[in-house]
């Protein structure tokens, strides 16, 4: 089974408005980090947010926020009044185990598209 | 401004030939990843380090090895390429520090068009 699954390829955003992009993990591990990367066309990954599994609040970065719905293994990416800079490549990414050292298992990713 | 080189980043060879692709970070990092993206398939993991002269296998190891001599250098290694390794290769470095979300930091990419 799929650790991680992205079920959106492509979203479309008008400039502006927030968008969600979606995420969802297996993992029988109590412990692990979720994390939101960040790819644009020139193909360098950026990191932008991250949530680990005893974390009560969700977290947020500046536009970004991760909502973290542990019950139903979802972590949906949340990006506010988007930009025309935010058209790039998604993915979201699980770390299992209590240490940070461990390996990332990613998703397949998602084409976000803002328009102007 | 820290960072993570990745030696070439487009290559082109010919089936059956040896690949060396190199990356290096200035971070410090103890821990060290390649990657292979291919479209819709995310990203593989094919191998990684967790120090000097240490290695594990990632999910699709078949066809490469890698190397890790010194802590800020880690070469992925085609010892034969073949077409089917045609791909882009990313490389990528995080601490296992206390301190940190052990967040990965990539390099630019390196992409190998095997003919």
């Known amino acids: 089974a799929q650790k991680i699954t992205q079920t959106q390829p492509g979203m479309f955003v008008q400039e502006k408005e927030a968008v969600t992009l979606d995420c969802t993990y297996d993992?029988?591990?109590?412990?692990?980090?979720l994390f939101w990367y960040k790819q644009p066309s020139s193909g360098e990954m950026i990191f932008l947010i991250y949530?680990?599994?005893?974390?009560?609040q969700n977290a947020t970065e500046g536009r970004y926020s991760l909502n973290f719905q542990k019950a139903r293994k979802s972590a949906n990416l949340v990006i506010s009044a988007s930009q025309l800079g935010d058209s790039a490549m998604y993915f979201c990414?699980?770390?299992?185990?209590?240490?940070?050292?461990?390996?990332?298992?990613f998703g397949d990713g998602t084409t976000l598209t803002v328009k102007p | 401004d820290v960072k993570v080189t990745q030696s070439s980043r487009y290559l082109v060879k010919r089936t059956g030939e040896k690949v060396f692709l190199e990356c290096v970070q200035d971070?410090?990092?103890?821990?060290m990843f390649w990657y292979r993206q291919d479209p819709g398939l995310g990203l593989r993991l094919i191998y990684f380090?967790?120090?000097?002269?240490?290695?594990e296998k990632g999910d699709i190891p078949e066809g490469y090895s890698v190397s890790r001599e010194k802590k800020e250098r880690f070469s992925l290694i085609l010892e034969s390429a073949s077409t089917n390794q045609t791909s882009m290769y990313l490389c990528?470095?995080?601490?296992?520090?206390?301190?940190?979300?052990?967040?990965?930091?990539f390099g630019e990419g390196s992409r190998l068009t095997v003919l």
């Open positions: 990528a470095s995080s601490s296992p520090g206390q301190v940190t979300t052990g967040e990965l930091f």
């Open positions: 993992t029988s591990d109590p412990s692990y980090g």
């Open positions: 949530q680990g599994s005893y974390d009560q």
């Open positions: 990414a699980m770390r299992e185990g209590d240490t940070n050292a461990g390996k990332s298992t």
């Open positions: 971070m410090d990092h103890e821990n």
């Open positions: 380090s967790y120090d000097v002269k240490m290695k």
